[in-house]
Structure formats: C-alpha cells, structure tokens
C-alpha cells in the first residue's frame, strides 16, 4: 500500500499541514506529488494536494482506518523538490502550507468541483485554460487523381487552397463558405487529411523595438569576463549559491545572462529569468528569443489565462527549457533549473503583497539551494540586504559572491547628472512644472533630433483639489486618503479602491467646495496628464510626446505598442511613472529629467532613502546608453538630502543601522468594519507576541497602531511591528502567535514577514 501526504485546499489556520491517506492500486498509476486529488475529509469531500507518499504508513495510525483517496483530479503540477519548497515558504512567510502550495499549480486552476451528471467522476473547474486542439488539414497523395464534381465549387475551392500547404480547418471557414463540410466530404473520400495539432497561445508576437535584439558582441569587458566566471563556477558547483551582479546601468547585465544561460543549456539544464515589470517583458522576450528561439516560455499577469496556461504547460511538457517572466515565472515546473536570474533584484514588485508575502529573491535562493543550481542577482543598485550578505559572504549556509561591473561597453558613459534647487527657481520666478534648465535641455535635445525620458512617479493631471478659500481637500469617504484629480474626464478618483467622482476644477463656473460652497477649488501636485500638457506647449510642433502610466497601459500589449512609438519616432519625448525607469534600452536618449524626485522621501517609511536612490539611480542610466554623451536633470525641493548627493555622484553609501538588512522586520496587519473591536483584537496580537518573545535579545514590538491609510474600503486598519535579530525564525514566532488567536469574529489578519510595504 501507497501513502499520500496531502494538503487540503481549505481557507483556515485551523486545518493546515497535511494529511495522510492511502492510495488504492486504481490511482497508483497516476498520483504523483504534484497531483491535485479529491479525499475525504469528515462527511465530505475536499480538494487537495500532494506533497509526498511513501510506502510506511502513517506513524501511530491504524494502516485499515486510514481512508483512501476518492479520485485524481489533475496531473502533477509540482515534484518533490517544489513540495519541500512549499513547506520552507510556509513556515518561513507564517501562512498556510495550502497557500504556499497555490503558486506551483497550473494557471486558472481552482478549488471547486462538478459533475457533468450524476453518477460520473468528479471535475476539477478550470479557468478557461485547458490545452486547445486544432484541426488541420492537408491533401493526401490521392489527391493528385481526383478531380471535384463540377457543382461542388466548395470542395475546388478547398483543394486549390489545400495545394499550397496544409491549414486549419477554422482559417478555411474563415475565407471559403462551407468549407468544414467540404473537408469532411473530402476526408471521407481519402483526400484530405485531418489531423489535430494542439494550439500553443500566448507565444511570441511580433515587435519592432529594436532594442529586442540581442547580437552577440564582438567582445565582452572584463567586468562581464569576470561576472560569467564567477557564474560558470556557481553552476559547476550545484550547491546553490548565488552570485550579485553589480553593475552600473547599460554596462551589459543582460549579455551576461544570455552567455551563463548558454552554458546552462548546454549542461542540458534549464533557465528560469524574472524581470521586475511587465512592460519589460516584451524587450527582454525579444533578446532571449532572439538567442534561444522557442526554447522560451513567457509568463506574467497580462496574458489570458489560456496564454498562462499554454506557456506554463510547455514547460511542464519540457518543450520550453529558458522561462522569462514576472514574479510569479519563479513558480513554473522546469524539472532541472541550472540557472535562476533575478533582474534588477532591488525592486519591491518582487514581494508579494497577497498570502503567501514572500519575496521572490528568498524563495529563489531556498529553491536554488533545493535543486543544486545557482542563483544570479542583478542590479545596478542592489538592495542592502544583498550587499550586507556579499560583505559577510554567507548566509544561512550558501555561499553570496559579489562581482562589480563599473563600465559601459564600448563608447558610452554614464550621464553628468545635475540636481536642480526647485525652491531657488520658485524664488527666481519660475511657476512651470520645468526648471528653467531642463525646459532648456528638453528643446536643445529634441533641436539635435534625439529622444528625452521625463519621468513623475504620479498619474491623473494634479496629486488633488483644495479649497483655497477654506482649505478642504476632497477625501475618499470610504478610505483614509485625498483623491486624485485626473483633468481628462474631469474626475476624482480614489487609487485605494478605485471609485471615482464627477468633479470640474477652477475656473469651471460649475466647480465648488464640498465645505463652504466656494468655486475656488484649484488643482495642487503635478500629475503625468499635466506634464504632458505643459510639455507639447514649450516643444515645437511635430515632436511626439508619449505618456505611459497606469492610465495608458490598461489595455493588453499597451506597453508594447507604447514602446514601439517611442523607439519609432525620429525625435520624441516618453513621459511616464517609475514603470519607464529601468531595463529599457534606447541608444538615442541623451536626457533624463525627473519631475519631482521628492515624493518617496515624504513616506513614512524607513526604506524611503534607500528607495529614492535606487529609483533615480535606475531612470538616470536610461540616458547615454548609445555612442552620444547623455545628461540627467533631477528636479527636488530638497537638493541637500543625501539621496540626492548620492545619485549626483553616482554613490550609494546609504544605510540606516536598526532596521532591514540589520534586523528583520515582521507587520501584522488587522482590519474590521467595527473600528472598537479590530482596537481589542489588534491589541491582543500585540500582547501575545510580547509574550511570546519576553527575554529575547534583539526583539522589539511596535503598536498598535493605526495604519498610515487608516481606514481602506471601509475597513478601519491597524498594524503591530515587530523587529527581530537577522537570524530569528520571525516566521515560526509570529506564525504562531496568529495561529494561537483564532479568527475573531468580523477582523481579519495578515501576517507579512520581512514587509515592505508599511503602508
């Protein structure tokens, strides 16, 4: 007999771990780890998944009271090594093992099953996503002798088409009128053949960006010599340790990964890339293909769900050996990864924000550690936590390596970067939106017939309305937070939760303050929509002006056909939030100017600098990346802050000893409709927790606390702390102070290990 340890799909603290049952001889064939099953749990049947099965039977159990698995309900999305994974996020981001399993299965697959009729096996619901077959057809050699009847036009029409190659049989009914029953009638007669081929969506489309190109250079520099050394020496040694490419921006990070994927491709193991925005994805298929072909499968959130599906089982299948993707690509079932490159391995997107909170770069360095592969993270600022770790050189038994790439290849430089006083121009006269020099630089640029990047982490035509007789700000009645005004729809929307209001501001006759009744409620902040109006105002006429932000992008492939505009266009000028700043390669940018460079350093948050530099450090090295000298113009109200000295001169010395990577940091968040009891039941976290570490060294609790958005959707928001020593199972402590409390009526709770987010 055959024991399944299964996890049950079942959205509650109480019931986690797994679960053991026995395996009848009818399942012993198809069950794998991996296999998502149907067992009985009490009076009722529930969905799970395994995660191992052994032959002992369970210790302490009865092997006869043991009861058996009821059906098989999917392949194996996962294997062995992936469950163990699994385990390790459960335990480290303190979530239930069932959400830790939930990323390694197929796109679309859900929890619920049906039956088509009573009586008949239970059915897994997919969303949409399973395999598609063509049908195809082609003449057979009996073809030559036929010869249609002649008041059968259809089944001409179809041979003539036929002749040239064989098709689908939807492309044929799409130009000839009855073709199906054409074919039909013609396979019947040994003509024509129909086969079914299986129908791969979400492939590679067509682009124009030429900077989706990857030509292998005619040399490598020795930072990128000794960079594929170290990498090539991680690879061979298969124990998981990981190499931080250091390398200034345009210094030719992605040559790199190309030439180790190589060379993991030849060692007949596979690849697996992850690139921190979507609007990458796009430029950075374009060159892996452009070297590896159709061994590459894309993943990210903008495909269908039948694209996911498509490209995921591709891998599964073992037909796509090099995975390209966002976060969640981490997640795909390549049975011998011999590489995991993380791309730009500084950025928050690679934290997750939903159960399970891990971070990508964690979960890889655990996953690289489990398969024996190496893991290469890349960044031209890479995030403390991974310096502080290449400094020590080890970290929870894997050996870090850090290997710096301090120059561009061949005539490109890193841009002169000037930080311009916004509060000496206020004082000077100056109203724009542009300082006086980067309204200067913009047209000289566009006059030389080259490309500018201006970058405004805000979107909407201004940051809000206020009252300038009262002062009001419009507010979110459901959220915390003062709505944004975007001019092209004349709305307020809130960014929280996503409602919005008719609202005109001043001079529109109609427009007045929600308080005292005055019509003087005028715009404040600057928005994208704003900078690309005053922009075609001081640029001369025929200049394109490109805005690419979350208004712009909402459609499917909008980041492409935005891109591919920009890259187009003789002489243009892309406005744009932080979705612009990093990864993209356009030689003929020879100005970067940011709008407002203050507006992280305002957050309540203790990675503000850290991220400031990272984010302006990133745009800057959009600019010079060609044989033209570039220049960066930086615009701050607060010109004396060490970020912005840092960036000006292109060093990042920047640390904050007490938090992250100094010690860990835990954020247990609660929420409820009733602000009294999600107090007391926050409260009550805080206390256990206090409990719980008493009399450990390095350990600290805040709160509670109101959340900085103290109230979302609704829902009054509170928050407790909790900082730890950098080698503390943080995971383990707070997993089971949440655990401990239950599920309080009416709150609800989640628990983030290593935040990021104190919002």
């Given at each position: ?147 249609p009847k002649k008041n059968a036009p259809r089944q001409r029409a179809v041979i003539e088409a036929l002749a040239q190659g064989p098709q689908r049989v939807a492309e044929l009914a799409a130009t000839i009128p009855g073709a199906v029953s054409a074919v039909t009638a013609l396979a019947k007669r040994g003509v024509v053949a129909v086969e079914t081929r299986r129908h791969v969506r979400g492939g590679a489309e067509a682009t124009s960006l030429s900077s ?186 894997v050996k870090w390596t850090r290997v710096a790439m301090p120059e561009r290849p061949g005539a490109s430089r890193l841009p002169e970067v000037r930080v311009i006083d916004m509060a000496e121009q206020f004082r000077g006269g100056g109203r724009s939106v542009f300082s006086a020099p980067l309204a200067d630089a913009l047209r000289e640029t566009v006059g030389r017939g080259e490309k500018a990047v201006l970058m405004l982490n805000r979107r909407g035509f ?21 709505l944004t005004y975007h001019e092209r729809g004349h709305s307020l929307v809130c960014h929280t939760c996503g409602r919005c209001w008719p609202v005109r501001a001043y001079p529109d006759p109609s427009c007045s303050c929600p308080n005292c009744g005055s019509r003087y409620m005028g715009a404040y902040g600057v928005g994208t929509q704003r900078v690309e109006d005053e922009l075609r105002m001081i640029l001369p006429e025929g200049v394109q002006v490109i ?213």
């Open positions: 007999m055959i024991y399944a340890s299964v996890v049950l799909d079942i959205p509650t603290r109480a019931i986690d771990g797994a679960f053991d049952y026995a395996l009848p001889p009818e399942l012993a064939d198809t069950v794998r780890v991996g296999s998502t099953v149907l067992v009985p749990l009490g009076n009722r049947q529930v969905v799970g998944y395994v995660v191992a099965l052994s032959e002992e039977p369970p210790a302490g159990i009865d092997p006869a009271k043991t009861k058996p698995v009821s059906q098989d309900l999917a392949a194996p999305a996962f294997d062995e090594g992936a469950a163990a994974v699994a385990r390790w996020m459960a335990r480290e981001y303190a979530c239930p093992l069932a959400d830790a399993v939930r990323p390694f299965l197929a796109p679309g697959q859900k929890v619920k099953v049906v039956r088509d009729a009573p009586g008949e096996p239970w059915r897994l619901v997919q969303d949409s996503t399973g395999a598609v077959d063509e049908r195809w057809a082609g003449l057979t050699p009996a073809a030559a002798d036929f010869a989706a190109q990857a030509p292998r250079p005619k040399q490598l520099t020795a930072g990128q010599k000794a960079a594929l050394a170290v990498i090539d020496a991680a690879l061979e040694a298969g124990a998981g340790d990981v190499v931080l490419v250091d390398g200034v921006t345009g210094s030719g990070k992605t040559e790199v990964y190309l030439d180790a994927i190589e060379h993991a491709l030849a060692a007949g193991r596979g690849a697996l890339v992850l690139v921190p925005e979507i609007s990458l994805t796009a430029q950075t298929v374009g060159r892996f293909r452009s070297r590896f072909g159709d061994d590459v499968a894309v993943l990210h959130s903008r495909l269908s769900a039948g694209e996911r599906f498509d490209q995921w089982d591709l891998v599964r299948q073992g037909e796509a050996r090099v995975v390209v993707g966002a976060r969640s690509a981490l997640f795909a079932p390549l049975a011998d990864p011999g590489l995991i490159i993380i791309d730009e391995e500084h950025e928050g997107s690679y934290k997750q924000d939903k159960s399970p909170r891990y971070h990508a770069r964690e979960v890889a360095a655990r996953m690289a550690r489990e398969r024996g592969c190496a893991l290469v993270l890349g960044s031209a600022t890479p995030s403390l936590e991974s310096l502080g770790r290449c400094r020590d050189g080890e970290y929870r038994g201004a940051n809000f309305l206020m009252c300038r007789e009262c002062g009001c700000v419009p507010e979110c009645p459901h959220c915390s937070c003062a805005r690419m932000d979350a208004d712009t992008t909402r459609a499917k492939g909008a980041h492409q056909k935005l891109l591919e505009a920009f890259d187009a266009a003789d002489s243009a000028v892309l406005v744009g939030t932080q979705m612009i700043a990093k990864g993209l390669d356009f030689p003929e940018v020879t100005l970067v100017g940011v709008i407002n460079a203050d507006t992280m350093l305002k957050l309540p948050d203790f990675r503000a600098a850290e991220r400031t530099y990272d984010l302006l450090e990133q745009v800057a090295g959009r600019a010079g990346r060609g044989e033209r000298p570039g220049q960066v113009i930086v615009q701050t109200y607060w010109a004396t802050h060490p970020a912005m000295r840092a960036v000006e001169g292109h060093d990042r010395e920047l640390e904050d000893a007490g938090y992250p990577p100094f010690s860990r940091l835990g954020n247990v968040v609660l929420w409820g409709r009733s602000d009294k009891d999600t107090r007391a039941a926050s409260a009550k976290v805080a206390e256990t927790i206090r409990e719980n570490v008493t009399g450990q060294a390095g350990w600290e609790v805040l709160g509670p606390t109101d959340c900085v958005k103290a109230r979302a959707k609704d829902f009054f928001r509170r928050h407790v702390m909790v900082k730890a020593p950098v080698d503390a199972d943080l995971g383990g402590v707070l997993g089971a102070a949440a655990a401990s409390l239950g599920a309080p009526k009416g709150i609800n709770m989640s628990v983030d290990i290593d935040a990021y987010d104190m919002m």
